[in-house]
């Protein structure tokens, strides 16, 4: 079992910048998926943002250039960011941080694009105005 869960969602102005942050904890296995997801109001869940165990990361267009995904690993957890730069009233949304663990002995899923994890947290609001 793991446990996610994020922080660092805010209102800001159109332009300004915002990092979020996931802790996870639990059953970390050293092969794993972990993303940024976001759905603003009335609209489809979008993955936006995902790192692999090995290192390779992608973004969605509508972000691609403005955000950036980091991930910092200290014993039994791992901490994901999301650095978002630039922001727009268009990035309002909730976002979610999620992740799938495998340990070595597993075949590891598909980490790219974003898709559906295992394992998700409950969210963090992100405002911005014009």
């Known amino acids: 079992q793991v446990n996610l869960v994020e922080s660092g969602g805010d209102s800001v102005q159109a332009g300004g910048s915002l990092t979020l942050s996931c802790q996870a904890s639990?059953?970390?296995?050293?092969?794993?998926?972990m993303g940024w997801f976001r759905q603003g109001s009335g609209k489809a869940r979008e993955g936006i943002a995902a790192?692999?165990?090995?290192?390779?990361?992608?973004?969605a267009d509508s972000v691609k250039g403005r955000f950036t995904i980091t991930i910092s690993k200290d014993n039994a957890k791992n901490t994901l960011y999301l650095e978002m730069n630039n922001l727009k009233p268009e990035d309002t949304a909730m976002y979610y941080c999620?992740?799938?663990?495998?340990?070595?002995?597993?075949?590891?899923?598909?980490?790219?694009?974003?898709?559906?994890?295992?394992?998700w947290g409950q969210g963090t609001q992100v405002t911005v105005s014009s």
């Open positions: 999620s992740a799938s663990f495998w340990p070595p002995t597993m075949e590891v899923g598909t980490c790219h694009p974003p898709n559906e994890y295992n394992y």
């Open positions: 639990g059953e970390l296995y050293s092969n794993y998926c």
């Open positions: 790192i692999d165990s090995d290192g390779i990361i992608s973004y």
